[in-house]
């Protein structure tokens, strides 16, 4: 007993010191010996370091090295406006813009007369009943914040001026007192915490919809009472026989629910040009009925509707679509061949306006979320300013634009790049990746891994835990609401009364030399530009 | 009955407008431009009188009682920055004994917890007064710091409630206002609201 209380101290001592030493010896060994990682042959241990940085890196740029306006895909700032709204719902900043001025970008005509209060086509007749944020302290370490109850205005539009998709063409049209609304977002893709809190929020907040994603329509999209549309992607999930062929009688069991307002067949979509792969350990017994497929199975879905490699046969599937369902019917396009768009508008004008989509969903290359890869995400389809006022002006020469409505998407997140999008042409507006951070995405990009830090892109029991909807929700319905109340203040600083009537007149391109031109026949421009 | 709601286009007034309309009173407002007025319509407004001037001769004809919401000015534009018109309340007063106006609800820019000197300011405390002295049955309610909240339905209410806690919702204002014009109980009676746990019908019965 006295040799061991003696000693003891002594060998403790000796062991926190020589235990670690044995750990840096051992790794040093192991790192030199490997085969794999020339780095680490030659500088053992130390390369370790390279792995520690890589993994952190994000965290740090986000925190200590980035500019505000730096940090991809959306800069600090753009981060901290939806957060900002969907928490505090506060829009205010103090001492001006940290836009770079000098770059190249859109720009909103202001008018010398802009519209009073009292002068917006807006209806505020309904509030809404919701929670925000207040500072109570802002400490360097430390915020003192507490959460109370609050009511506010719902910005929806008066009703002679709601959007209608299949107006006239469908047995049950889909009005829209609100120009915004979530793009698809699968469940899988995102958990069933962060798909209920998101129903829930926009159901709330009204005038809007929330799109399935090609995933299939789960009873989380459902749960918080949100306006469906329902997206139908080439994998046909949720609308299949158990052979991956398209089933009408699901299609109709879909159609028939009241809260399914529209669908949408996926063409294509921004982050993905490609087809679908599902790995089957992610195929869950849930996920599997969702879905309409065998559970544990890998999927791999086409690029494509296999069937329908021509507009004529598209069209004839939309039409089949809207007739057995009686809801509006649209298609999602990324847009890259101008010509095939040119082919597209003259069948619709062949075929006449009670045939093809009742809208179109026109995606930006830089839209998408998940998981997808690098060379699809960057470099396929032109980005949604470029991409949308072609569309317009492609269906506007062949006299076809009346025909549908057009949404708008691709990192169209604030107010002012959502006004410039109506301005351009789009009817519509729909974000997917502002709506996430909404619900808590901290932009850790890390989508296609399961491992979402904030609970929202990932199934796990466990990450979930994080994201509580009960929270979160009314973030969701802040953050919409702001976007609308934005959209209402930028119609009064460009003279019209509602944001239903911003047009190209009211945006200019400015270069980086400080030259405005107007956003106007850039179809001929480009066109001018490809014979050069 | 017939109610002509001055303030109809603030905060409050806008739930004024419903609570009466679900009460199927008819009420009518005012409203500075063609495009406010179809809202103040959608709320419940059966009449919209669209005026820009100050002048208002002549509208009550016909109504049954006024609820005159001070703290917003009826016809007040962005540009115009006084605290509270007293005067057009005044003149509201003046043009409801001609008409012969039955009830005479007013909700005061003044709050409990004010000091004196701010209760004068801008002769703000001037209307309270005269409407007790017009010979109209008359409310005076003077409310709490009110804010945009979710209703609760309840309140405390007294004749002076000194420094009140809390915030009332603007829902729960107006239902105390559009309460109160069926209410013997809150008839010729000057008194105080805030946020509280009584049922705003119990409230106004046991100012009795």
């Known amino acids: 007993m006295g040799k061991i209380s003696k000693h003891l101290p002594t060998a403790l001592t000796g062991s926190m010191i020589l235990a670690p030493l044995a750990y840096v010896a051992y790794l040093y060994q192991k790192d030199d010996n490997q085969k794999q990682h020339a780095i680490l042959r030659n500088f053992p241990l130390l390369g370790r370091v390279r792995y520690m940085t890589e993994a952190v890196g994000p965290e740090l740029r986000q925190y200590l090295f980035s500019d505000d306006n730096e940090g991809k895909p959306f800069s600090r700032l753009q981060f901290e406006d939806v957060m900002r709204s969907a928490k505090y719902n506060q829009r205010l900043i103090g001492f001006g813009s940290n836009r770079n001025f000098e770059e190249e970008g859109y720009y909103i005509r202001n008018s010398l007369f802009p519209r009073l209060d009292t002068e917006l086509r807006v209806d505020n007749t309904e509030k809404i009943d919701t929670f925000k944020y207040v500072i109570d302290k802002e400490g360097l370490m430390s915020r003192k914040e507490h959460r109370e109850g609050v009511q506010i205005d719902p910005y929806y539009l008066r009703d002679d001026d709601a959007v209608v998709l299949g107006e006239n063409r469908v047995r049950e049209p889909f009005r829209l007192k609100g120009l915004i609304g979530q793009a698809g977002m699968s469940y899988g893709a995102l958990g069933d915490h962060a798909i209920t809190a998101l129903s829930s929020g926009l159901a709330l907040a009204g005038g809007t919809w929330m799109n399935t994603g090609e995933g299939g329509l789960s009873d989380y999209h459902l749960k918080g009472g949100a306006d469906i549309m329902m997206q139908i992607g080439p994998g046909l999930f949720g609308v299949r026989t158990p052979d991956g062929e398209f089933s009408m009688e699901a299609f109709k069991e879909k159609a028939a629910l009241g809260q399914v307002k529209a669908f949408e067949v996926k063409l294509a979509q921004g982050a993905k040009t490609r087809g679908g792969h599902l790995e089957g350990k992610k195929v869950t017994e849930e996920i599997a009925r969702i879905r309409l497929i065998e559970p544990g199975k890998t999927v791999n879905s086409p690029n494509r509707f296999v069937e329908y490699d021509t507009f004529p046969k598209l069209f004839d599937f939309v039409d089949e679509l809207r007739e057995a369902g009686g809801k509006p019917v649209g298609i999602k396009i990324v847009v890259g061949d101008i010509e095939g768009l040119r082919e597209m508008a003259q069948i619709m004008k062949e075929r006449g306006s009670h045939s093809g989509p009742d809208f179109i969903s026109i995606d930006g290359g830089e839209g998408g979320t998940g998981a997808t890869y ?74 296609h891994t399961n491992t979402c830090p904030a609970g929202v892109a990932t199934t796990d029991r466990e990450l979930q835990e994080g994201l509580v909807v009960e929270e979160k929700l009314f973030r969701t319905t802040n953050y919409l609401t702001s976007l609308r109340a934005g959209l209402y203040n930028i119609a009064a600083a460009a003279g019209v009364d509602s944001p239903t009537k911003l047009e190209r007149k009211h945006i200019l391109f400015k270069d980086s030399n400080g030259r405005i031109s107007p956003v106007e026949n850039m179809l001929e421009k480009m066109t001018g530009a490809l014979e050069k | 009955m017939k109610v002509f709601v001055f303030g109809s286009g603030g905060d409050i007034g806008g739930h004024v407008l419903k609570q009466l309309a679900a009460r199927e009173h008819e009420a009518v407002a005012m409203a500075e431009t063609e495009i406010r007025a179809e809202e103040l319509q959608m709320m419940g407004a059966t009449k919209v009188i669209v005026a820009t001037e100050k002048e208002f001769s002549g509208v009550l004809a016909g109504c049954d009682a006024v609820i005159y919401i001070a703290r917003d000015n009826p016809i007040a534009g962005e540009n115009k920055n006084m605290l509270v018109d007293h005067k057009a309340a005044i003149r509201a007063v003046g043009e409801a004994q001609q008409q012969g106006i039955k009830r005479f609800i007013y909700l005061s820019p003044v709050r409990p917890d004010e000091s004196e000197e701010s209760k ?29 909240k979710p209703a609760t339905g309840t309140i405390t209410a007294g004749s002076s409630l000194g420094d009140a806690e809390g915030e009332i919702p603007f829902e729960d204002v107006a239902s105390v206002l559009v309460e109160s014009l069926g209410s013997e109980a809150a008839a010729n009676r000057s008194f105080e609201i805030a946020p509280g746990p009584t049922a705003i019908p119990e409230a106004l019965q046991a100012l009795k």
């Open chain 1, 374 to 447: 690098q060379e699809l995400a960057d470099s396929v389809g032109l980005p949604i300013m470029t991409a949308l006022p072609i569309v317009d002006e492609v269906l506007r020469e062949y006299g076809v634009r009346d025909q549908v409505k057009l949404i708008a998407s691709g990192k169209l997140i604030t107010p002012d790049k959502i006004a410039i999008a109506l301005a351009m042409g789009a009817d519509l507006v729909q974000i997917a990746r502002g709506f996430m951070i909404s619900v808590g995405c901290i932009m850790a990009e890390v989508c």
């Open chain 2, 120 to 148: 004068e300011t801008g002769a703000k405390d001037e209307p309270e007064e005269m409407i007790i002295q017009s010979g109209l049955v008359y409310t005076v309610i003077r409310p709490a710091k009110s804010a945009s």
